[in-house]
């Protein structure tokens, strides 16, 4: 499997060459991008767009390319169905990245006074946010501790020709690195990574022990060791077939008013760590892309963490209950806040089992719905149909008080704390004694395929 974004491209349009789309007309990098974007998306329509032309540059735009979970499939190669599942296997299958030389993005290198990201086309995405942001940038640095590396997404916005501001608000890995740095008096080093395969992306997001490397998950995800290179100026090992990097580091010490900035809650964040971002070198390859993730409740900027989510609520539900069929986190909730469960309950009790089980894995899921098998959890038609038809809220929904549940930093309906309630609903039927379902003949369904075709359709 290609490790590279350019032949993760050519592989979507040999699946379905209208997957990609090249915009050659001028388009003004402040706010004409994420629009265009936002309005594809009223209309279900999530291209692979990479834009050539982009007023005041030279170096050209992609993005989308991680909007349907179809597309993230199709980096996996599985079924959309089985990603969460698939996902879930795999990134517990590590597999040790191997360096290589003479990498591609070596092929154009600035250091020092030559830096200037002003030539860089970073988009400014809404009129509320606080000016361009980089939003595709995978973040790498090592513990300082024990020298694990570390990969996650963090927002940038653009300060100066070798000046960023970056927020680790998400509390996670880089702000425990960071911290453990500057604790010691330093600086902590990193590195900024655009235009990367989406496997490499999905790596990133992998839940995994603080003593392990997110490199080897993302090995896992592509079956093969993630190939990775030296950086220029910092000490540092990144994957090796990116369109662009750009070395520096979090400054110990530092710190400038940061944001707002547009949120995947689809509302403004004022909630900062204000740090800065020192840029020591940019590399990139000859006529590279640049990657923009288009920010707010876009598809592309939920989709990949609710993969992320399901994959982890999927391995902790099987590791104690039988019989689960899928999960689905969907982005009609940001993708983190709710949770579908489709399971075949055996007895009593094991719906309740599955919604704790839930919240103990993510505490930033507000509400888990446990239905059964035969409702598919990627329709949300249909769960909300069980809702209507198997549950009675005064046995079937559990309420987690707000002072108990830990929530989401950028949940705009959270505490000072960011603490939030939880509610979880059993809309299983019981076991016993209920109203059958209308069901198609088993003969018609045998016979109808042929017929799906006159509409252009295949039945799932």
Known sequence: MEQDLRGFIERVKAHNPSDVVHVHEEIDPKYEISTLIMELEKVRRYPLTIFENIKGHNISVVTNVLAPRERLALAMGVAPDNLAAEFSQRINQRIDPVEVADVPFQENAFVGPEVDLFKLPILTHFPIDAGPYITAGLVIAKDPE???????????????????GISLHSRQRLWEYFRRSEELGKSLEATVVLGIHPNVSMGSMALVPYNLGKYAAMGGL???????????????????????????????????????????????????????????????????????????????????????????????????????????????????????????????????????????????????????????????????????????????????????????????????????????????????????????????????????????????
């Open 146 to 164: 024990t020298g694990v590396e570390t990969g996650g997404y963090h927002r940038m916005q653009l300060k100066g020709k070798d000046k960023l």
């Open 222 to 460: 592509f079956g093969a060791p993630l190939e990775v290179a030296h950086c220029k100026t910092v000490d540092l090992m990144v994957p090796a077939y990116a369109e662009m990097i750009i070395e520096g580091e979090i400054v110990a010490g530092e710190r400038e008013a940061e944001g707002p900035f547009a949120e995947f809650t689809n509302y403004a964040c004022y909630r900062s760590t204000e740090n800065v971002f020192r840029v020591k070198a940019m590399q990139y390859r000859t006529k590279p892309l640049f990657q923009d993730i288009t920010p707010g409740m876009s598809s592309e900027h939920i989709t990949i963490v609710a993969v992320q989510r399901e994959g982890d609520v999927l391995n902790a539900l099987n590791r104690t209950l039988p019989n689960v069929k899928n999960v689905h986190a969907p982005v009609s909730a940001c993708g983190l806040f709710h949770c579908y469960i489709s399971m075949k309950k055996i007895a009593e009790g094991q719906a309740q089992q599955a919604i704790f089980t839930a919240f103990s894995v993510d505490h930033n899921l507000k509400m888990v719905v446990v239905v059964d098998e035969d409702v598919d959890v990627f329709d949300e038609r249909q769960v909300l149909w069980a809702m209507a038809t198997r549950l009675q809220a005064d046995r079937g929904v559990t309420i987690v008080p707000q002072h108990m549940g830990m929530g989401c930093t950028l949940d705009p309906s959270t505490d000072e704390l960011s603490r939030t309630s939880k509610m979880g609903i059993d809309a299983t039927k019981p076991l016993t004694g209920f109203a059958p379902t209308v069901e198609m003949s088993a003969e018609a369904q045998k016979q109808i395929q042929r017929f799906m075709g006159s509409f252009g359709l295949q039945r799932r």
